[in-house]
């Protein structure tokens, strides 16, 4: 018998073991199913949540009080149309990292010559984006909405402003939002820093590349980021200074690596290229006639060219000394010519005649050492009909403050300048041509095989030798750049020169 039970027993005790694990299986699988079953209703929360907020973002998008209130609105739903209306901040309080960054960079615009103000300060806090991420706290969608298109609009706001500018006098914010052909978009740089883990240093990225902005970039940054924490204090001029000349290089285009920079108010050119960096004192316009900003590029160098002299200085200036001295055109390599390009003596009787209709005739002086441009001009394409160009009035360079001209930008050593711009444009062989040219005052042209880029600023603070250095606002146009910045007209205190 005892067999019999070991034997029995044995079994018995496989026969325990297989019951207890199918109980232990069937316990699994109960588990599984109930946690399928409750995870269903939370599944269908969180959709229903995200439902909810898209079509309050399509809701507030087509509003038209809502489209006020953001300073690009186009730019903003084109944003939210390339991602079928998905939210881009309204994250989790452990994914936060794109909307923590987003908002420190509205903490530090004053770094980058931006102002508070313009970036929805009024919604945008710490403590609405911890209300929003709390689980503690039910926000309507409406209210998380507001939070997330305000951010959006602040981050292409900035994006925009640090690329374009604010008040850029060429390009208009309308023109910025309906979207520019072959140029920066905001809705689609934005989608691309967002996802780049780094976004604030992405958004930076879009800031001109140009040194005086970099370098005036770094003071500002160092200044209101670092020293305003710091003993150290700055006065609101100077970071008023800054900012309003950062503004103005934002309105520039160049990116590339080498360039002619005139500043106005330095009466400096800067010839920048990857190799070297040349500086040439600059004759500018006077306050009466003043030398416009722009941008273009150099297409050409012509020597020996003769000079179309303006119609406002051949009737105000010239005119009044040729009735004082009849060979004062002839003595200055000067002619008359009328509307069919027929030469005019000057006598007593056709300056009668050219005074009485002077629009009927044109005043051309020809190359010379006595020439108003000089040995050389540097030709490029403009509204306004200015040129960079050799002078006989070497004597202007020796003073400090230089504005002299009708407009156009009068260069010491344009022989050197000339040189350097051939040699650069891979064009030695020419050189010894262009030499010549200068020395006989020849008529010759040396068209440029890559067109250098030029710019005319007008800045009245820049960055010298690792130094602040202060320029007078000869045209007087701070002020009004100013105001437009800051709200208010209070002027600048009047920089020295250097």
């Known amino acids: 018998m005892k067999p019999h039970n070991k034997t029995q027993s044995t079994s018995e005790r496989y026969f325990n073991k297989t019951i207890l694990a199918i109980g232990f299986i069937i316990i699994l699988l109960q588990l599984a199913f109930l946690f399928a ?14 439902d909810s907020l898209r079509t309050e973002l399509g809701k507030q998008l087509s509003d038209l009080e809502i489209q006020k209130r953001l300073n690009f609105p186009k730019t903003v739903k084109r944003f939210y149309d390339q991602v079928n209306l998905q939210t881009n901040w309204l994250r989790s309080e452990e994914n936060s990292g794109p909307t923590d960054m987003a908002m420190r960079l509205l903490d530090c615009v004053k770094q980058y010559g ?27 969608a409406g209210q998380k909405i507001e939070f997330e298109l305000m951010l959006t609009d602040a981050m292409v706001s900035i994006i925009n402003n640090l690329h374009f500018g604010a008040y850029n006098p060429r390009l208009s914010k309308t023109a910025i939002d309906n979207g520019l052909k072959d140029e920066l978009h905001a809705e689609i740089f934005l989608h691309l ?7 604030m240093q992405a958004v930076l990225t879009v800031q001109p590349k140009i040194d005086q902005y970099v370098q ?6 160092l200044i209101a980021g670092q020293y305003t924490c710091d003993s150290y204090e700055t006065p609101e001029e100077d970071i008023r200074l800054i900012a309003i000349n950062m503004e103005r290089l934002r309105w520039l285009t160049v990116e590339a690596n080498s360039y002619l920079h005139i500043n106005i108010p330095s009466f400096e050119l800067t010839y920048y290229t990857p190799f070297k960096i040349s500086e040439y004192k600059v004759v500018v316009g006077k306050p009466s006639t003043p030398t416009p900003t722009l941008e273009s590029a150099i297409g050409f160098l012509e020597t020996g060219a003769d000079w179309m002299v303006p119609q406002n200085i051949f009737i105000k200036e010239l005119l009044p000394r040729v009735q004082r001295d009849l060979a004062y055109f002839e003595n200055n390599h000067m002619a008359v010519y009328d509307l069919q390009e027929n030469f005019v003596p000057i006598t007593n009787q056709s300056l009668l005649l050219i005074r009485q209709n002077p629009r009927r005739y044109h005043l051309r002086q020809t190359s010379g050492c006595d020439n108003a441009l000089g040995k050389v001009v540097f030709r490029f394409s403009n509204i306004y009909g200015i040129y960079l160009h050799d002078t006989p009035e070497q004597q202007y360079f020796g003073r400090e403050k230089r504005a002299f001209s009708h407009g156009c930008v009068r260069v010491s ?11 650069n444009d891979q064009q030695g062989e020419r050189i010894p041509l262009l030499k010549k040219a200068l020395s006989s005052y020849s008529k010759q042209k040396f068209i440029l095989k890559t067109p250098l880029p ?3 600023t007008y800045l009245t603070i820049t960055v010298e030798s690792e130094l602040l250095v202060k320029h007078a606002d000869i045209y007087s146009q701070d002020k009004a750049l100013e105001g437009k910045m800051y709200g208010q007209q209070s002027e600048l205190t009047k920089a020295s020169t250097k």
């Open 216 to 221: 005036l970039q770094g003071y500002m940054k």
């Open 114 to 140: 931006l102002q508070p103000r313009d970036y929805h300060p009024e919604i945008l806090t710490y403590e609405e984006m911890h209300r929003i991420f709390s689980s503690e706290i039910q926000l309507s």
């Open 454 to 456: 030029i710019i005319i």
């Open 193 to 199: 820093a967002t996802g780049s883990g780094d976004l």
């Open 413 to 423: 050593d344009a022989e050197q300048l000339a040189i350097s711009l051939i040699k």
């Open 37 to 50: 079953v409750g995870a269903n209703p939370i599944e269908q929360l969180y959709i229903q949540g995200k």
